[in-house]
T-cell receptor
Framework: GIQVEQSPPDLILQEGANSTLRCNFS?????LQWFHQNPWGQLINLFY???GTKQNGRLSATTVATERYSLLYISSSQTTDSGVYFC????????????FGGGTRLMVKP | DAGVTQSPTHLIKTRGQHVTLRCSPI?????VSWYQQVLGQGPQFIFQ???????GRGNFPDRFSARQFPNYSSELNVNALLLGDSALYLC????????????FGPGTRLTVT
């Protein structure tokens, strides 16, 4: 099956700092989503971005499908950004299942 | 609009018992998927249902089964519970079989003792 690797696995930031999270995948995909999992376990949709660049407030994401990676940028981080960030991908004709990476655990300190 | 809802939120069961978890998709969404997330890992795909038919199955034993009802809600059943079944069970919905963005519910946290 497809492999999804996220880096770094853990990240500690001071409030106000910027960060870049990376997601590498091993095969072509027709869906890529970024999620933020809060401490209660809820997966919150951040971006649906199989290719191109999108921005939503302090967050932006870029997927370069031909090179099989995606980046999530967090600017001016806040303590509420803490949690686990997951990248998940889906291949065509693969049961319409999302395959998740291992996540990046982010802690933003005040 | 209400998001994906799941019940119960927490559940404690004993080894060997059976459990049923429930999910209601976003209104208008016809596809429901189930995922298992054990502590410290990303979610793992269990099943996808669309129009009451199973359309995908992950690498889980036959103790796991599911179904989808005419109103597109879904149940996940797990028989003969093992300690290793302790996890957060997540339900996701999408509008159509070929529409790609999935939306997740808050999950059911199952503890098997």
């Amino acid at each position: 099956g497809i492999q999804v690797e996220q880096s770094p696995p853990d990240l500690i930031l001071q409030e106000g700092a910027n960060s870049t999270l990376r997601c590498n995948f091993s095969d072509s995909v027709n869906n890529l989503q970024w999620f933020h999992q809060n401490p209660w376990g809820q997966l919150i949709n951040l971006f649906y971005i199989p290719s191109g660049t999108k921005q939503n407030g302090r967050l932006s994401a870029t997927t370069v499908a031909t090179e099989r990676y995606s980046l999530l940028y967090i600017s001016s981080s806040q303590t509420t950004d803490s949690g686990v960030y997951f990248c998940a991908v889906e291949r065509a004709n693969a049961g319409n299942m999302l395959t998740f990476g291992g996540g990046t655990r982010l802690m933003v300190k005040p | 609009d209400a998001g994906v809802t799941q019940s119960p939120t927490h559940l404690i069961k004993t080894r060997g018992q059976h459990v049923t978890l429930r999910c209601s998709p976003i209104s208008g969404h016809k596809s429901v998927s189930w995922y298992q997330q054990v502590l410290g890992q990303g979610p793992q795909f269990i099943f996808q249902y669309y129009e009451k038919e199973e359309r995908g199955r992950g690498n889980f034993p036959d103790r796991f089964s599911a179904r989808q009802f005419p109103n597109y809600s879904s149940e996940l059943n797990v028989n003969a519970l093992l300690l290793g079944d302790s996890a957060l069970y997540l339900c996701a919905s999408r509008q159509e079989f070929f529409s790609y963005e999935q939306y997740f519910g808050p999950g059911t946290r199952l503890t098997v003792t």
